[in-house]
């Protein structure tokens, strides 16, 4: 019997479905992170090894320069308006930032992971005549 490593016929899945869920872009069954942020050597219900994950900053550039933005609406119109204390910044724009700010990086980080594995995202290469592929 052929083992995990050598089974070829996995459903195509999406990769926003399994990279948000955190699980396998492969199988779809086994986990992508083994911590908040820490992407596992390898899946355990498929073998698929996930070396290949490189999502670099993209998911704090995403989370940056759309997740930020209604914190600092927040906090302009809470001075505007109110003129309000340190104290009201702290209580309301603090945790909204840091809510807006760290919780969807796991999501978006495991979107890119999956999204590189489904189209096969990889260093740019030169092409040169006589090359295979």
């Given amino acids: 019997m052929a083992g995990p490593e050598e089974r070829r016929d996995w459903p195509r899945l999406s990769p926003l479905s399994t990279g948000v869920r955190g699980r396998c872009p492969r199988c779809g069954q086994g986990h992508l992170f083994s911590g908040f942020l820490t992407i596992a ?6 073998g698929l090894d996930f070396s290949y994950v490189d999502t670099a900053d993209g998911p704090a550039f995403f989370v940056m320069m759309f997740g930020c933005v209604p914190v600092v609406i927040l906090a302009i119109m809470l001075e505007v308006r109110y003129q309000a204390s340190l104290t009201t910044h702290l209580l309301l724009t603090l945790p909204f930032g840091l809510a807006t700010c760290i919780l969807p990086l796991r999501p978006l980080k495991g979107w890119l992971a999956a999204s ?7 260093e740019g290469r030169l092409w040169r005549s006589g090359d295979p592929d």
């Fill in 41 to 46: 050597p390898r899946c355990e219900v498929c």
């Fill in 116 to 122: 590189q594995f489904t189209f096969k995202a990889g």
